[in-house]
């Protein structure tokens, strides 16, 4: 194996480890930057000298004018480099937060907008075209600008004027190298010069975030390609029920009035459950649109658009969503955040069941890791508060965006998991040369040229064709063009005309108000405040847990679309049908699930199903299965329980909870086993008497994760349709027999060097209740086991499937982490790696040393509460985290604690680049500092702006 490090250092490969003082990191980063002038006069013909790589390094200390300000400002910065601001001035206030931010982070907010925009390309040539022709299509710059021109106040409008001000403040007179390394590194191959800031750079970043937290788009897709395999009955296997009766929903003591149609969340009762409209299976064959077999919800015929057998448009929406999942997996690379399969913790607990006596509210929103974090940590503060300056508020934002995002002011706290309320539709459209039909008419396109700039490079130019359903997505890719053209269909569906095509609703590409949203919630008082405030965070649609010094709260807000009756979301919908159009009505304020004081005396959300079944809305069919949120509640109600209290410790250590639930259900299962070969049997042996916590060093969560893995694989992975099959995972079955150290060799000589004809699921609990579901059916076709690789003389046996797994995981683990399973743990195998979104992912080998970082060893898991989530898919690497971890004390906020998840610096030799990386892998909390006295009393450096 490469050389490695430690989990405790992150540092690049070949250092010692160790922490040194100033005089070590000094000498370490003077050898650093020379190894990289060699390498760079090497490759380029030229080199970058200490000067250049120190000088974008913010000032931090002593004083600086500051053109447009109207008084001083004071930029306090703490020992992690993390600035608090005091102005006496709402506009000096958001111009100084633009000016510290591009001071830390300009390149991370460059590329950023330049992605909004789709203009990748304008700074990495050509390679970004294929991203930018999607990212134009999708129009996320005119939608923000749409916003910012109509929609927004004109405070916010005032604010966000005064933020761009201050980072072209910043920008003024500033060469690219003077900015960043990464701006040096470009002007070897290009002459990219970064232009000013505008105040819609920063909404549209508001898009970006709603694209990764949009809901269950994906799973719209996967539930399509399924049917070209699997029929209503597998697909239902594959997508159980919300399970209700185990894992609870977030409101419990709220319910909705059909009388008055409000919802009633005062700690009220929430009733008995009724049939609603859970999450189920519908044959939609017959009567009506005949439009073929599909999923929906509830007991209905759950009719959608056909894609197996029936009378459908199956192979139209096979070829096209192929296609169009291939330019989906390519998107999150230059989005640089990911939305497949994330999700977010977050809780309150009520004064009533803490130390204190005041609330606590602990807030980890689970994001794909990326250096620098997606958050920016900062307090500010007006020096006096008043009706002329109303902001004294401290927490996480986004470089690139003025205001606070989630943290919490003098006399209230909030937090934001992801919902997963479907926003988003996708539609098969036929079109011809004319537009597109609807309701037995052809309409013509709204459309709209682009051009995009490439560097060292042509310009292109592309048209974007949109329908009343949205932007044709399909045309931005060449062969879901051709094979739209070719498409057939069933009778049902109309001529083919010139084709099919594939469309996206969103809510998102519809002007709103959620910048607004940021500075209500940043300036709110009270629950009342914070309700109003959180009406206008439209998109995405996130659960907000509130908590002040006597009240504990929830809120779902967001722009949630009202389908016609029959359309559930669930499964792509014919464009041409007006039976399947959004109504054009969204569900009101004051019908939206919320809870006020219950009676409990704490709120959980972790992406679990919002409200109960005898809602009247269908929100999603695709909630989280609620592991996260009951293991949660489990911790508290154990705290609790005759009478106990809970601290901010208690709700850290909850954090980082690392039980695994499905372990709980499958060991035992996997002791039962009688397992003959020795080796194998060694490795069972490392569950007997496991706690089921996935700690770094643990063996026994290694194998286990190792054997949960290749279940996974062999019982679903050759079963699904090709278009979800993953290329170039190991096999890791020998040719010739399963079993035996014999075969070792060939078990890793067999690995990495032939792709896989398997389907690989990702892990996550959709799959942990899927095998819940299935472990009372051990004949189930699902447990067919794969015999040398193949279906051929399959068993349907669950127990000889998971003895199989057990083989294959014991051969994997060999070949990974050697023979003797003493020197296994599971650190080993689950590592992080921070890698520098743009050159360090795309750039020449000696810039990606340069920018990247660890890696990390890593406890935790799928689905625990401490998710550093890994993909059955492509092995056990951490490819979603904790983005960052909080807990507020509303007692004494001064005692309350955060981490990011890197540091507050977007300069790679900044001694703040990854500084709290350490800490956050061993799940400490840093002291945040909210009062004056206290700010002043941990700040290293002051930085004042004059005008």
Same mark, same amino acid.
């Given at each position: 194996?490469?050389?490695?490090?430690?989990?405790?250092?992150?540092?690049?490969?070949?250092?010692?480890?160790?922490?040194?003082?100033?005089?070590?990191?000094?000498?370490?980063?003077?050898? +650093? %930057?020379?190894?990289?002038?060699?390498?760079?006069?090497?490759?380029?013909?030229?080199?970058?000298? =200490?000067?250049?790589?120190?000088?974008?390094?913010?000032?931090?200390?002593?004083?600086?004018?500051?053109?447009? +300000?109207? #008084?001083?400002?004071?930029?306090?910065?703490?020992?992690?480099?993390?600035?608090?601001?005091?102005?006496?001035?709402?506009?000096?206030?958001?111009?100084?937060?633009?000016?510290?931010?591009?001071?830390?982070?300009?390149?991370?907010? !460059?590329?950023?907008?330049?992605?909004?925009?789709?203009?990748?390309?304008?700074?990495?040539?050509?390679?970004?075209?294929?991203?930018?022709?999607?990212?134009?299509?999708?129009?996320?710059?005119? %939608?923000?600008?749409?916003?910012?021109?109509?929609?927004?106040?004109?405070?916010?409008?005032?604010?966000?004027?005064?933020?761009?001000?201050? %980072?072209?403040?910043?920008?003024?007179?500033?060469?690219?190298?003077?900015?960043?390394?990464?701006?040096?590194?470009? #002007?070897?191959?290009?002459?990219?010069?970064?232009?000013?800031?505008?105040? %819609? !750079?920063?909404?549209?970043?508001?898009?970006?975030?709603?694209?990764?937290?949009?809901?269950?788009?994906?799973?719209?897709?996967?539930?399509?390609?399924?049917?070209?395999?699997?029929?209503?009955?597998?697909?239902?296997?594959?997508?159980?029920?919300? $399970?209700?009766?185990?894992?609870?929903?977030?409101?419990?003591?709220?319910?909705?009035?059909?009388?008055?149609?409000?919802?009633?969340?005062?700690?009220?009762?929430?009733?008995?459950?009724?049939?609603?409209?859970?999450?189920?299976?519908?044959?939609?064959?017959?009567?009506?649109?005949?439009? #073929?077999?599909?999923?929906?919800?509830?007991?209905?015929?759950?009719?959608?658009?056909?894609?197996?057998?029936?009378?459908?448009?199956?192979?139209?929406?096979?070829?096209?969503?192929?296609?169009?999942?291939?330019?989906?997996?390519?998107?999150?690379?230059?989005?640089?955040?990911?939305?497949?399969?994330?999700?977010?913790?977050?809780?309150?607990?009520?004064?009533?069941?803490?130390?204190?006596?005041?609330?606590?509210?602990?807030?980890?929103?689970?994001?794909?890791?990326?250096?620098?974090?997606?958050?920016?940590?900062?307090?500010?503060?007006?020096?006096?508060?008043?009706?002329?300056?109303?902001?004294?508020?401290?927490?996480?934002?986004?470089?690139?965006?003025?205001?606070?995002?989630?943290?919490?002011?003098?006399?209230?706290?909030?937090?934001?998991?992801?919902?997963?309320?479907?926003?988003?539709?996708?539609?098969?459209?036929?079109?011809?040369?004319?537009?597109?039909?609807?309701?037995?008419?052809?309409?013509?396109?709204?459309?709209?040229?682009?051009?995009?700039?490439?560097?060292?490079?042509?310009?292109?130019?592309?048209?974007?064709?949109?329908?009343?359903?949205?932007?044709?997505?399909?045309?931005?890719?060449?062969?879901?063009?051709?094979?739209?053209?070719?498409?057939?269909?069933?009778?049902?569906?109309? !001529?083919?005309?010139?084709?099919?095509?594939?469309?996206?609703?969103?809510?998102?590409?519809?002007?709103?108000?959620?910048?607004?949203?940021?500075?209500?919630?940043?300036?709110?008082?009270?629950?009342?405040?914070?309700?109003?405030?959180?009406?206008?965070? *439209?998109?995405?649609?996130?659960?907000?847990?509130?908590?002040?010094?006597?009240?504990?709260?929830?809120?779902?807000?967001?722009?949630?679309?009202?389908?016609?009756?029959?359309?559930?979301?669930?499964?792509?919908?014919?464009?041409?049908?007006?039976?399947?159009?959004?109504?054009?009505?969204?569900?009101?304020?004051?019908?939206?699930?919320?809870?006020?004081?219950?009676?409990?005396?704490?709120?959980?959300?972790?992406?679990?199903?919002?409200?109960?079944?005898?809602? $009247?809305?269908?929100?999603?069919?695709?909630?989280?299965?609620?592991?996260?949120?009951?293991?949660?509640?489990?911790?508290?109600?154990?705290?609790?329980?005759?009478?106990?209290?809970?601290?901010?410790?208690?709700?850290?250590?909850?954090?980082?909870?690392?039980?695994?639930?499905?372990?709980?259900?499958?060991?035992?299962?996997?002791?039962?086993?009688?397992? /003959?070969?020795? *080796?194998?049997?060694?490795?069972?042996?490392?569950? /007997?008497?496991?706690?089921?916590?996935?700690?770094?060093?643990?063996?026994?969560?290694?194998?286990?994760?190792?054997?949960?893995?290749?279940?996974?694989?062999?019982?679903? #992975?050759?079963?699904?349709?090709?278009?979800?099959?993953?290329?170039?995972?190991?096999?890791?079955?020998?040719?010739?027999?399963?079993?035996?150290?014999?075969?070792?060799?060939?078990? =890793?000589?067999?690995?990495?060097?032939?792709?896989?004809?398997?389907?690989? $699921?990702?892990?996550?609990?959709?799959?942990?209740?899927?095998?819940?579901?299935?472990?009372?059916?051990?004949?189930?076709?699902?447990?067919?086991?794969?015999?040398?690789?193949?279906?051929?003389?399959? *068993?349907?046996?669950?127990?000889?499937?998971?003895?199989?797994?057990?083989? *294959?995981?014991?051969?994997?683990?060999?070949?990974?982490?050697?023979?003797?399973?003493?020197?296994?743990?599971?650190?080993?195998?689950?590592?992080?790696?921070?890698?520098?979104?743009?050159?360090?992912?795309?750039?020449?080998?000696?810039?990606?040393?340069?920018?990247?970082?660890?890696?990390?060893?890593?406890?935790?898991?799928?689905?625990?509460?401490?998710?550093?989530?890994?993909?059955?898919?492509?092995?056990?690497?951490?490819?979603?985290?904790?983005?960052?971890?909080?807990?507020?004390?509303?007692?004494?906020?001064?005692?309350?604690?955060?981490?990011?998840?890197?540091?507050?610096?977007?300069?790679?030799?900044?001694?703040?680049?990854?500084?709290?990386?350490?800490?956050?892998?061993?799940?400490?909390?840093?002291?945040?500092?909210?009062?004056?006295?206290?700010?002043?009393?941990?700040?290293?450096?002051?930085?004042? +702006?004059?005008?």
């Amino acid at each position: 194996m490469p050389p490695t490090t430690t989990a405790s250092t992150g540092q690049q490969p070949g250092t010692s480890g160790r922490k040194k003082g100033k005089k070590g990191r000094k000498g370490r980063l003077l050898v +650093l %930057v020379l190894v990289l002038a060699v390498i760079g006069g090497l490759v380029y013909g030229g080199y970058w000298s =200490v000067s250049t790589v120190r000088a974008s390094f913010p000032q931090t200390a002593g004083s600086l004018t500051l053109k447009g +300000l109207s #008084g001083p400002v004071d930029v306090k910065r703490d020992g992690y480099g993390i600035p608090q601001i005091y102005a006496s001035s709402e506009e000096d206030l958001f111009m100084a937060q633009g000016y510290v931010q591009a001071q830390d982070r300009f390149y991370e907010m !460059d590329v950023r907008r330049h992605m909004t925009a789709g203009r990748l390309s304008e700074m990495f040539g050509k390679s970004q075209v294929d991203n930018d022709e999607f990212l134009r299509t999708l129009g996320w710059h005119r %939608v923000a600008k749409k916003e910012y021109d109509e929609k927004l106040s004109d405070s916010t409008k005032k604010y966000l004027q005064a933020y761009a001000k201050g %980072v072209n403040a910043y920008l003024e007179g500033k060469d690219g190298a003077d900015i960043s390394l990464e701006y040096a590194a470009l #002007g070897f191959t290009n002459d990219y010069k970064p232009q000013e800031w505008t105040p %819609v !750079d920063s909404v549209a970043w508001l898009k970006a975030m709603a694209w990764d937290l949009r809901g269950n788009m994906q799973d719209e897709v996967d539930r399509a390609l399924m049917t070209s395999r699997l029929g209503p009955k597998q697909i239902a296997d594959l997508y159980p029920a919300y $399970p209700y009766d185990r894992n609870k929903a977030i409101v419990q003591e709220g319910q909705y009035d059909e009388l008055t149609e409000t919802f009633e969340g005062g700690g009220t009762s929430g009733g008995d459950e009724g049939t609603g409209t859970g999450t189920g299976t519908g044959t939609g064959t017959g009567t009506g649109t005949g439009t #073929g077999v599909g999923t929906g919800t509830g007991t209905g015929t759950g009719t959608g658009v056909g894609t197996g057998t029936g009378t459908g448009t199956g192979n139209a929406l096979q070829s096209q969503l192929s296609g169009l999942q291939n330019v989906l997996d390519d998107l999150p690379t230059a989005v640089g955040v990911n939305g497949n399969g994330i999700g977010s913790n977050s809780w309150v607990v009520s004064g009533e069941h803490t130390i204190t006596g005041k609330p606590l509210l602990a807030n980890d929103p689970h994001l794909s890791p990326s250096l620098p974090s997606v958050w920016y940590q900062m307090g500010l503060h007006c020096r006096t508060v008043s009706d002329k300056c109303r902001y004294d508020i401290a927490g996480y934002t986004f470089a690139g965006m003025p205001g606070v995002v989630i943290g919490h002011n003098q006399e209230i706290a909030w937090g934001l998991t992801n919902s997963g309320v479907d926003v988003t539709d996708l539609y098969l459209e036929k079109i011809t040369a004319d537009g597109y039909q609807y309701d037995g008419k052809v309409v013509p396109f709204e459309t709209r040229e682009e051009t995009i700039k490439v560097a060292g490079g042509e310009s292109k130019k592309i048209v974007v064709r949109e329908t009343n359903n949205g932007p044709l997505l399909s045309d931005r890719d060449d062969e879901l063009v051709k094979v739209g053209k070719k498409a057939t269909v069933e009778t049902a569906a109309p !001529d083919r005309g010139d084709g099919y095509g594939v469309a996206l609703r969103w809510t998102a590409l519809e002007a709103g108000t959620t910048m607004d949203a940021v500075f209500a919630m940043d300036r709110a008082q009270n629950w009342s405040d914070f309700r109003e405030a959180a009406a206008l965070f *439209d998109v995405p649609s996130q659960n907000l847990v509130y908590a002040d010094s006597e009240h504990i709260g929830y809120t779902l807000p967001g722009r949630i679309p009202v389908r016609a009756e029959g359309h559930d979301g669930s499964v792509p919908a014919p464009g041409w049908d007006p039976d399947y159009h959004w109504t054009g009505e969204y569900i009101d304020d004051d019908e939206l699930p919320y809870e006020y004081d219950p009676e409990r005396g704490y709120i959980v959300t972790a992406n679990q199903a919002v409200v109960d079944e005898d809602y $009247p809305y269908t929100l999603t069919t695709d909630w989280g299965y609620g592991t996260r949120s009951q293991r949660i509640t489990s911790l508290i109600e154990q705290k609790i329980k005759d009478g106990g209290k809970i601290s901010t410790d208690d709700m850290r250590q909850m954090q980082l909870d690392n039980s695994s639930e499905i372990a709980k259900l499958l060991v035992p299962q996997l002791l039962k086993i009688d397992v /003959e070969d020795k *080796d194998v049997r060694e490795a069972q042996k490392l569950l /007997e008497g496991w706690d089921y916590t996935q700690d770094a060093d643990s063996a026994a969560a290694a194998y286990f994760n190792a054997v949960w893995r290749n279940i996974l694989k062999l019982a679903f #992975g050759n079963k699904l349709p090709k278009e979800l099959r993953v290329k170039g995972q190991c096999l890791w079955v020998d040719p010739v027999n399963t079993t035996g150290p014999a075969d070792e060799t060939n078990k =890793v000589r067999e690995c990495g060097q032939r792709d896989t004809d398997q389907a690989q $699921p990702d892990g996550g609990d959709r799959w942990f209740e899927v095998v819940r579901q299935l472990m009372d059916k051990p004949k189930s076709d699902w447990w067919t086991t794969p015999a040398n690789g193949t279906r051929k003389g399959a *068993d349907h046996n669950r127990d000889d499937l998971f003895k199989r797994a057990m083989v *294959d995981a014991r051969w994997e683990l060999t070949a990974k982490l050697g023979k003797d399973i003493d020197t296994w743990n599971w650190g080993r195998l689950h590592r992080l790696f921070l890698k520098n979104q743009t050159l360090g992912t795309e750039g020449p080998g000696f810039l990606k040393y340069a920018l990247n970082r660890g890696p990390w060893k890593l406890s935790g898991g799928e689905a625990a509460v401490n998710a550093s989530g890994w993909n059955a898919a492509g092995g056990y690497g951490v490819v979603w985290v904790p983005s960052m971890r909080m807990v507020v004390n509303l007692g004494d906020l001064d005692k309350s604690r955060w981490i990011n998840l890197t540091g507050a610096s977007g300069h790679a030799y900044s001694a703040h680049y990854t500084d709290q990386t350490d800490k956050w892998a061993d799940g400490e909390l840093l002291p945040w500092a909210f009062t004056k006295k206290a700010v002043d009393e941990s700040t290293s450096d002051t930085l004042v +702006l004059k005008p």
